[in-house]
């Protein structure tokens, strides 16, 4: 069984090999994307000041290499280190660095780190913004889908362990498969179904989903891609290229008794969708928009994820619960109606 892994010389060599990759591909992960917009104008400005200053791009250069503080950087650029420090406010003041402070030989000194992994511009943002709006929030379990296909490696666990038997695609249909908390396969999908009824009194202005999730390898390995994709109401959205299946660390919320050499966490990923297109973590994927999912005639939203035995890269995925992997949600859909009012949690918790 992939999962349960009997070979120690082989799982000692993962481990030898993912701990190598642990510190570019784990790092790079924690790494935020600044993502910006034409209705945070204050927000935008400061990014378009630190970004234009020759010096202060050659710091960033530095401290995507390593962390430094500022007299090192004073040191490093021929600036006195009253310059290097205004230097340094104008990036962390853009969110584009951190900085801490640790003890040194002569007192406290502040060592900065790059804090971000890339910038997104949404120039379209502003105009599916509008004032009175209600946002209608529903979790979903990860057990809780209405179908599936599952082929390959394939399991099903809860908090306290496994659910029916692993590699056997009949446990997906387990009794207390709501219970999940972690689910994985090689090719095939899970399919989830969202009431629509609280999105017929106004008129819906985005759909947006969210879960975690990476690819699915023997034991973990960093590097393993697989293209994974989503469709909704029945259309493709879009297709995720996740670069692995991650290890190295602990999830942050994993049991005790998930072993080490298991997968332990994924990536934080979202689908929005509106009526200028769709957006994998805002960034625009494709041009499916709400009037093509036609909400209105449809007593539910189908929200499908899934790994097409023709893909590129056929790397598997694994979905995670709110007690697994790093991050304590479920599948999240968060709808947007024109309506007035504030966020609304819906369905189950």
């Known amino acids: 069984m992939e999962k349960q892994i009997r070979n120690k010389n082989y799982v000692g060599k993962w481990k030898e090999q993912n701990l190598k990759e642990e510190r570019r591909i784990g790092l790079k992960a924690s790494k935020k994307r600044i993502t910006l ?10 990014v378009g000041k630190a970004l234009s200053s020759e010096v202060r791009l050659e710091m960033l250069k530095l401290l995507i290499e390593r962390s430094a503080n500022i007299s090192e950087m004073a040191a490093e650029f021929g600036l006195p280190q009253s310059s290097a420090a205004l230097h340094v406010k104008v990036l962390e003041e853009a969110g584009m660095i951190s900085v801490i402070e640790q003890p040194g030989v002569r007192g406290a000194q502040k060592v900065c780190g790059i804090s971000f992994e890339d910038i997104y511009l949404n120039a379209f943002r502003h105009k599916t913004e509008q004032e009175g709006s209600k946002v209608f929030k529903f979790a979903m379990p990860i057990g809780n889908y209405f179908d599936c296909e599952v082929n390959g490696n394939c399991g099903i666990i809860s908090e306290k362990g496994y659910l029916g038997v692993e590699d056997f695609p009949s446990s997906f249909y387990w009794q207390n498969r709501g219970e999940a908390q972690l689910l994985w396969f090689n090719t095939g999908y899970v399919e989830y179904r969202f009431p629509t009824h609280l999105m ?6 985005e759909v947006s989903f969210s879960f975690e999730i990476c690819s699915e390898a023997p034991g973990y390995q960093n590097e393993w891609p697989s293209d994974i994709t989503v469709w909704v109401n029945g259309l493709e959205a879009a297709t995720m290229t996740l670069p692995g299946d991650f290890g190295g660390r602990r999830g942050r919320l994993n049991p005790e008794w998930w072993g080490d050499t298991m997968t332990q ?7 929005r969708i ?12 494709s041009d499916l928009s709400l009037e093509a999912l036609q909400l209105e005639k449809r007593n539910y939203i189908s929200f499908k994820l899934g790994v097409k035995p023709d893909a590129q890269h056929v790397g598997g995925m694994n979905l995670f619960g709110e007690k697994f992997g790093d991050y304590a949600q479920g599948l999240v859909m968060k709808v947007k109606v024109a309506d007035g009012g504030s966020q609304q949690e819906v369905g189950t918790e």
């Open 37 to 46: 917009d034409l209705s945070n104008l204050q927000q935008t400005a400061l």
């Open 200 to 205: 017929k009194s106004g008129q819906t202005q």
């Open 265 to 271: 966490y994924g990536m934080y990923k979202s689908i």
């Open 274 to 285: 509106n009526s200028l297109g769709c957006y994998e973590d805002d960034i625009k994927c």
